[in-house]
């Protein structure tokens, strides 16, 4: 139920704001290079996810169109 904000002491939105706490992030390792990713994330770096090629990263389409310059 919304309460005024003038309403409530300011010892009560305090008490209540004493469990906000930053949580610690939770990754894992790409098999594939050894990246810290996020879970269940296609890799940044080689755009490996569960072994399977998802995409070209920007770096391998630079190095590409330099080989082929
Ligand atoms: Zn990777």
């Keep these: 139920m919304p309460v005024p904000k003038r309403k409530s002491a300011r010892t009560v939105g305090r008490n209540r704001r004493a469990h ?24 940044p770096r080689c755009g490996y996810y569960r072994g399977i090629k998802i995409y070209i990263t920007k770096f391998e389409k630079e190095t590409e169109e330099l080989l082929n310059e």
Excluded: I, Q, R
């Design 20 to 43: 906000w706490k930053a949580k610690v992030m939770k990754y894992t390792y790409c098999p594939n290079c050894g990246e810290p990713v996020l879970p269940h994330t296609v890799c």
